[in-house]
């Protein structure tokens, strides 16, 4: 049970990236669908990091800690940042519609993962995927509590203090405030003084960015180094997009939404005795609870569980 | 007077698509310490010329001085850098936020350089008495540095102290009054108002630009206002007010600016011209501000509402019981500053807003004409018939028992069964579809145009579809008619547009009013209701649409107009009725009333509600009494 | 965006007027051929093999042969039948994105069909059966969401997404209960059961089915009276209460039409391509439906024209792959997806134009500004002044015309 709950807030991790990414970017107005594909770049970023870090050494033995956790990490952040930028110039210099925008990322993403992975050789990322995995050495004697605190990887652990710290800059601060009056009402805020392509585009990179991550995580910590689809990484893409309307746009509150939906998702591994058929059941449970959610929040939805008022638009200064 | 020139305006223009000339060669001179006007008709291109000093337009030729230098002004930033700051007509304040925050929004943090950090340290170390400890001194600040600059940049509300002082200062200096910590969207439209000036003031703005800031506020609060606007004077700073209105232009500016068809006509002390004079230079020929207005020929009462009760989304009474009847023939005006519950009021009688309570009777002028299958409903026929609504052509009473369904189908088809009186129907809990099945012909101009009563994408024709593409069996849409309606409506409103089929997008503001108001006029209906037909438009047009509503009452139909002008409601309305937070202030007879009663009425603080029921038009209100209870009856 | 010292931005955007109809069809065209080549250059990269020379084995992918020109026609027709599927669905603006979902319980309700009673039923009655299963298993996945939509305004495009996961996992589990061991069987056993009959080859069925439809969808969107309401609604829901459009009636109609057809081409799936049901038959196509219906401006006859210009790009990339002996299945994907984005990029330079300003540099400006004045900006004036439809255009083409490689170009790197 304990190893269950805590396999589930590992996983919760990769939604929690993608959440909070999402969160960052629909803050400044961004309604991003193409964060499935975003993750999926994170996480070949990360292979192609780690590609080129093995391919240096002469030997996989030779693989150290640190540069085999930077490396991947800081290709993942440029890949998935590209797509930010690419999503950010078609919706905001090119005004194009950000929905359509974001399922091409997506389509573009998925096919550019499989296709790197297709020929890119994984020797050596298995042990990468160790380093990725384990952060303290030895927790086994702290017993559950060590289990449930001090088990997971250096990115699980990223991944809350990023949400944390999002959720003050959010709050607390003036850029935060800026970036939730461009979401708001990119009319006013330009009336300001607010400069309203600096922060969409930053909004929408550092997103991207982070959710990159999750793709990441997912590739080396989740499945140890082994790929584990395009198709996979881009279901938890859009299962973290619902997480945000979930968490009503608080990054604070994505830590507990996700990791229900890590309880979620790991529901199937934790029923051995289950039949084949039945997991499948029981894998539809995240997108099932998913709509469940969705229905409610629309029937009860207030003031303070609003989106950002000008999600998904796109902003025109003399438009008449 | 000081005579410094604070901005200079030269040969500025500004074109829009379509061929639209927003402003041609305007030139403007604002000295320091001065309020001036900016006077003008609606679309003479006020609000576009300010727009561009305040860095929402760029303009396509010309210059802009600002204290006798030349600027290039790009965006709203470079317009606060230059100390300019404009109250747009539409706030630009975020609902969700607080009022503090939404004036410190934009405002930059103040830089921090760590250079300039660390010289000041090595010059604290030089000058410091004792050596070693300076140099410890100075190594314990060098390293605190970094996190200083980080401790900046995250700004946990870094500047709340001194930020609550000089908001606090502004508010006191000059007599606002406003809680700070309040969201906007709990606030009220001066409220709104005034934490725009504030946001303005606190960016230290020494020209404000106010685009019609007395449009939706009460007498008594533009007189708060002018009050607070003098004080800014007296402090220095230059203060352009866009308006039409020119009492107010005559009371607050030093000078006018007259503005018209986007070039400047010319301006004048205000010492040396008078209200009539500025406006012959506003329209560019005299003006005829009479409206031809003749009494009601037969006023019966056409639609009675009683006791009626609409709630707007947050659950509160938008319309809280009110009662009123309008007559056929008539135009009953309805005043009340806006948000008053005069859109919930239309639009619940419309049938597109949920009516919690009361009646809203309709009364079909029927009398000796025969019943029709508008009802698709030979029960209701029958039940009608048995409550004795209707006669043969002969005079005999319709009896109907015993008649098999074929026959009564018959003899409503050869129009055999005729009404004795007028048909009466209760409009609640109908919806548009169903007012409109029922034959109710009930005209409705709304006040959003483009969001609600014409579709902006589609074609002049399909606009006209809009209305009458449902009838008929055919499951495809009947284009010939509307093609003609639309044609007519363009000839004959003489509606600026290169074809038919051009999106009404595309049109200016008057040709898409003249769209709308033509097609529902078109359908001839009994009741037309108006929501401020005029909005937008510049006089001819205006004067256009006051015709086409007076045509409407000499036809004999009821004409709701909902207006803001009050000039003009007591130039064109017979009746008017003043709302007030939902309730009914009074109805008065548009001949005789005054202003000043207009005024109180709108802001609560005169109340005839109880003694206009008996002599604003004491005849046609006792019918409506007798019909309500002959409603009342039918009911039963 | 401007970074240089003159007074005046560089350059700025306003929103054009009408334009002439050629010059869209003329801006899309380049951006699909800017799009492609960056694609190309991408795979001669990764095939080393001249641009030029692959761009013919797209062509010979495409048309080489009798049998690829009839593999691509059938492509683009399921591509089509999708495409004709979401579109009065988006063109209420109700973002549909679960017409895989759709479809693939269209397939499983067919495959159920097929299970249950192969042996019962002859063919035509199999078929008829099949069809009703499928026609109302897409209905039911369609209009769930639009209830909701319509009742309480739940938002459509995560729900529609989530229907799809749950469509999949649906399939998997149908398909273990029939095979337990995990060996998908169906086609082993069934793919005798419930054929479409054959007129003269494969593909021709189904390409008569995508003509059919699109043509009647084209009549149904512009001249019915549902068809107007639907863009009646998607215009303007405030309007269409404001007529007296029940707009929820609207909103669950179309989409029960919507999740029909989609039902319907999940039905010509299994009967008439592939004989067989797995979770992954529908292949994405509900996703590149959503855009090619929206680069055809949901325009059903430009419909057929993208889905063929997605159908060559998918089967050309694939003969790359085949005819440079490289297997790479994601690289159709990639070039695809590539010209997906000029396309999107495109749509800016035909909405808006952009005005070049000449640096104004010397001092004295009145006099120089009254000089030049009409000299440099001769164009607007005669705009202003003679606002007619033909002469607008014509002036602003060139600036608008010149940036358009450029900007193109600056998209195409960010890879």
Same mark, same amino acid.
């Given at each position: 049970m304990i190893s269950f709950i805590a396999q589930s807030i590992r996983m919760s991790a990769a939604f929690l990236f993608g959440s909070t990414g999402e969160i960052i970017t629909e803050k400044a107005g961004h309604l991003n669908l193409g964060i499935p594909g975003v993750m999926c770049m994170g996480a070949i970023g990360g292979a192609i990091g780690a590609r080129l870090y093995v391919s240096s050494l002469a030997d996989i033995s030779q693989i150290s800690a640190f540069p085999a956790f930077v490396i991947p990490l800081l290709f993942c952040l440029v890949l998935a940042s590209l797509m930010g930028v690419l999503y950010s110039f078609l919706t905001v210099s090119l005004r194009a519609n950000q929905n359509i925008t974001g399922l091409a990322i997506s389509t573009f993403g998925a096919g550019f993962a499989t296709f790197v992975n297709n020929i890119i050789p994984k020797e050596g990322f298995k042990e990468i995927g160790y380093i990725y995995f384990k952060l303290f050495p030895s927790t086994e004697k702290l017993g559950a509590f060590g289990e449930l605190f001090f088990s997971y990887g250096a990115m699980v652990y990223l991944a809350i203090i990023i949400a944390i710290g999002a959720s003050l800059i959010l709050k607390k601060t003036r850029v935060g405030l800026h970036l939730r009056a461009v979401g708001e009402s990119p009319a006013t805020a330009d009336a300001t003084g607010i400069n309203i392509t600096e922060y969409r585009y930053t909004a929408t990179i550092v997103g991207s960015a982070i959710a990159g991550m999750g793709g990441l995580f997912y590739f080396f910590d989740m499945n140890g180094g082994s790929w584990p689809y395009s198709d996979a990484i881009s279901a938890l893409g859009w299962l973290s997009i619902a997480i945000v309307i979930f968490s009503i746009w608080k990054p604070d509150l994505s830590i507990f939404s996700s990791i229900i939906f890590g309880l979620l998702y790991r529901l199937q591994y934790f029923m051995a005795s289950a039949t084949l058929s039945q997991k499948t059941l029981i894998g539809m449970l995240p997108y099932v609870i998913t709509i469940l959610v969705l229905i409610v929040t629309s029937i009860v939805g207030s003031k303070k569980a609003q989106p950002p008022a000008s999600l998904g638009l796109n902003y025109f200064r003399e438009e008449r | 007077m000081n005579k410094e020139i604070a901005l200079e305006l030269k040969n500025i223009c500004?074109?829009?698509?379509?061929?639209?000339?927003?402003?041609?060669?305007?030139?403007?001179?604002?000295?320091?310490?001065?309020?001036?006007?900016?006077?003008?008709?609606?679309?003479?291109?006020?609000?576009?010329? /300010?727009? /561009?000093?305040?860095?929402?337009?760029?303009?396509?030729?010309?210059?802009?001085?600002?204290?006798?230098?030349?600027?290039?002004?790009?965006?709203?930033?470079?317009?606060?850098?230059?100390?300019?700051?404009?109250? =747009?007509? =539409?706030?630009?304040?975020?609902?969700?936020?607080?009022?503090?925050?939404?004036?410190?929004?934009?405002?930059? /943090?103040? #830089?921090?350089?760590?250079?300039?950090?660390? #010289?000041?340290? #090595?010059?604290?170390?030089?000058?410091?008495?004792?050596?070693?400890?300076?140099?410890?001194?100075?190594?314990l600040k060098t390293a605190a540095l970094p996190f200083i600059k980080i401790g900046k940049f995250i700004a946990f509300n870094h500047l709340a102290r001194q930020r609550a002082k000089k908001l606090q200062e502004i508010v006191g200096k000059y007599g606002f009054n406003i809680d700070l910590s309040k969201y906007i969207y709990e606030m009220s439209v001066s409220e709104k108002q005034t934490v725009e000036i504030i946001k303005v003031l606190y960016r230290g703005a020494d020209i404000l630009i106010l685009d019609e800031p007395t449009a939706v506020l009460t007498p008594q609060e533009i007189k708060k206002l002018f009050a607070v606007l003098r004080e800014m004077k007296k402090d220095g700073k230059s203060i352009v007010i866009i308006t039409h209105k020119l009492n107010e232009v005559m009371e607050i500016s030093d000078r006018v600016a007259v503005l018209r068809k986007g070039e400047h006509v010319g301006t004048v002390n205000t010492t040396e011209t008078s209200e009539k004079a500025l406006a012959e230079m506003m329209v560019g020929k005299k003006l005829d501000l009479n409206i031809e207005r003749k009494d009601p020929a037969d006023p019966k009462p056409r639609l009675i509402l009683k006791d009626i009760t609409v709630l707007n989304k947050e659950g509160g009474r938008a319309i809280d019981g009110v009662s009123f009847s309008v007559n056929g023939g008539e135009i009953l005006g309805i005043a009340g500053i806006s948000g008053n519950g005069q859109k919930e009021l239309l639009e619940g009688i419309a049938g597109l807003q949920k009516v919690e309570s009361g009646e809203i009777i309709f009364h079909n002028p029927k009398e000796n004409k025969p019943v029709t299958f508008f009802h698709k409903d030979l029960k209701q026929i029958k039940k009608m018939a048995a409550e004795g609504f209707f006669h043969y052509p002969d005079g005999n009473k319709v009896d109907l028992t015993g008649k098999s369904n074929k026959e009564i189908t018959r003899l409503v088809n050869e129009e055999q069964i005729l009404f004795y009186e007028d048909e009466i129907i209760d409009l609640r809990h109908r919806t548009p579809r169903e007012i409109q099945e029922l034959g109710i012909k009930l005209s409705f101009v709304p006040e959003d145009r483009l969001n609600m009563g014409l579709v902006g994408n589609m074609s002049i024709i399909d606009n006209m579809a809009l209305r009458s593409y449902r009838k008929g069996r055919s499951i495809f849409v009947n284009k010939k008619k509307p093609k003609a309606l639309a044609d007519t409506i363009i000839r004959d409103l003489e509606v600026v547009t290169p074809s038919d089929m051009t999106p009404v997008r595309r049109l200016s503001g008057g040709n898409v009013q003249k769209v709308l108001v033509g097609r529902e006029i078109s359908s001839s209906p009994k009741v037309l209701m108006a929501a401020y037909p005029v909005r937008g438009l510049d006089i001819n047009s205006s004067y256009l649409i006051y015709d086409l509503l007076n045509k409407q009452k000499e036809k004999n139909v009821a004409v709701v107009f909902v207006g803001e002008d009050l000039d003009v409601m007591m130039a064109l309305c017979d009746r008017i009725l003043v709302l007030c937070h939902g309730r009914v202030m009074g109805i008065v007879p548009g001949r005789t009333v005054t202003k000043e009663d207009l005024g109180l009425m709108m802001t609560g603080s005169l109340d005839l509600s109880k003694k206009a029921a008996e002599d604003a038009v004491p005849s046609a209100e006792e019918t409506a009494e007798a019909t309500v209870k002959e409603a009342e009856n039918d009911q039963e | 965006m401007t970074k240089n010292n003159s007074r005046e931005p560089l350059f700025h955007i306003t929103k054009r007027g009408a334009t002439v109809w050629w010059k869209p069809?003329?801006?899309?065209?380049?951006?699909?051929?800017?799009?492609?080549?960056?694609?190309?250059?991408?795979?001669?990269?990764?095939?080393?093999v001249n641009p030029f020379k692959l761009l013919g084995y797209m062509f010979n992918g495409a048309f080489g042969t009798e049998k690829r020109i009839w593999n691509l026609l059938q492509d683009t027709a399921l591509l089509l039948l999708v495409s004709i599927a979401i579109v009065p669905a988006f063109k209420m603006k109700f973002w549909n994105i679960g017409a895989d979902g759709q479809t693939l319980v269209g397939c499983l309700a067919s495959a159920v069909a097929i299970y249950y009673l192969y042996d019962k039923l002859p063919t035509w009655a199999l078929l008829l059966v099949m069809m009703l299963f499928s026609l109302t298993a897409g209905m039911i996945w369609g209009v769930i969401p639009a209830i909701f939509k319509a009742k309480w305004n739940t938002n459509e495009t995560l729900f529609?997404?989530?229907?799809?996961?749950?469509?999949?996992?649906?399939?998997?589990?149908?398909?273990?209960?029939?095979f337990p061991s995990g060996q998908n069987d169906f086609a082993k056993f069934f793919s005798r059961y419930g054929n479409m009959p054959k007129i003269?080859?494969? *593909?021709?069925?189904?390409?008569?089915?995508?003509?059919?439809?699109?043509?009647?969808?084209?009549?149904?969107?512009?001249?019915?009276?549902?068809?107007?309401?639907?863009?009646?609604?998607?215009? &303007?829901?405030?309007? &269409?209460? *404001?007529?007296?459009?029940?707009?929820?009636?609207?909103?669950?109609?179309?989409?029960?039409?919507?999740?029909?057809?989609?039902?319907?081409?999940?039905?010509?799936?299994?009967?008439? +391509?592939?004989?067989?049901?797995?979770?992954?038959?529908?292949?994405?196509?509900?996703?590149?439906?959503?855009?090619?219906?929206?680069?055809? +401006?949901?325009?059903?006859? *430009?419909?057929?024209?993208? &889905?063929?210009?997605?159908?060559?790009?998918?089967?050309?990339?694939?003969?790359?792959? &085949?005819?440079?002996?490289?297997?790479?299945?994601?690289?159709?994907?990639?070039?695809?997806?590539?010209?997906?984005?000029?396309?999107?990029?495109?749509?800016?330079?035909?909405?808006?134009?952009?005005?070049?300003?000449? +640096?104004?540099?010397?001092?004295?400006?009145?006099?120089?500004?009254?000089?030049?004045?009409?000299?440099?900006?001769?164009?607007?004036?005669?705009?202003?002044?003679?606002?007619?439809?033909?002469?607008?255009?014509?002036?602003?083409?060139?600036?608008?015309?010149?940036?358009?490689?450029?900007?193109?170009?600056?998209?195409?790197?960010?890879?």
């Open positions: - | 500004k074109y829009f698509p379509g061929g639209v000339i927003a402003n041609k060669n305007a030139n403007l001179t604002l000295y320091k310490g001065e309020i001036l006007s900016l006077l003008g008709e609606n679309g003479s291109g006020k609000t576009t010329l /300010m727009n /561009m000093i305040s860095g929402i337009y760029f303009p396509d030729e010309g210059q802009i001085f600002v204290g006798g230098k030349e600027v290039s002004i790009r965006g709203p930033k470079d317009a606060f850098d230059l100390k300019i700051g404009m109250v =747009h007509q =539409h706030f630009k304040l975020i609902d969700v936020f607080t009022a503090a925050d939404n004036i410190i929004l934009g405002e930059e /943090m103040p #830089k921090y350089s760590l250079k300039e950090a660390f #010289k000041q340290i #090595k010059d604290d170390c030089a000058s410091a008495e004792n050596k070693a400890k300076g140099v410890l001194l100075a190594a | 069809l003329v801006i899309r065209a380049i951006a699909i051929v800017a799009g492609l080549f960056v694609g190309l250059f991408f795979a001669a990269a990764y095939t080393k529609t997404l989530m229907m799809n996961y749950v469509a999949i996992q649906l399939v998997s589990f149908v398909l273990l209960k029939w003269g080859n494969p *593909y021709i069925l189904i390409l008569i089915f995508a003509v059919v439809l699109t043509v009647t969808m084209h009549f149904y969107l512009s001249k019915t009276k549902h068809g107007f309401e639907v863009s009646l609604v998607g215009e &303007s829901i405030n309007t &269409s209460k *404001y007529v007296g459009v029940n707009v929820k009636k609207v909103i669950i109609r179309t989409m029960l039409l919507s999740g029909a057809i989609c039902g319907f081409v999940g039905f010509v799936l299994v009967s008439a +391509k592939d004989h067989a049901i797995t979770t992954t038959m529908v292949g994405g196509r509900g996703f590149t439906a959503i855009i090619v219906a929206w680069l055809a +401006k949901f325009n059903p006859a *430009y419909m057929a024209l993208a &889905s063929l210009m997605v159908a060559f790009l998918s089967r050309g990339t694939s003969q790359i792959l &085949s005819q440079t002996g490289i297997t790479n299945s994601a690289l159709p994907n990639i070039v695809t997806a590539l010209v997906f984005f000029f396309i999107i990029g495109c749509e800016f330079f035909i909405t808006y134009s952009i005005k070049f300003r000449k +640096k104004n540099k010397d001092s004295a400006p009145a006099p120089a500004n009254e000089a030049s004045g009409p000299a440099e900006e001769p164009p607007i004036r005669a705009e202003g002044e003679t606002p007619s439809l033909a002469e607008a255009p014509a002036e602003e083409r060139t600036p608008a015309e010149e940036a358009l490689p450029t900007e193109i170009t600056e998209g195409g790197e960010e890879k």
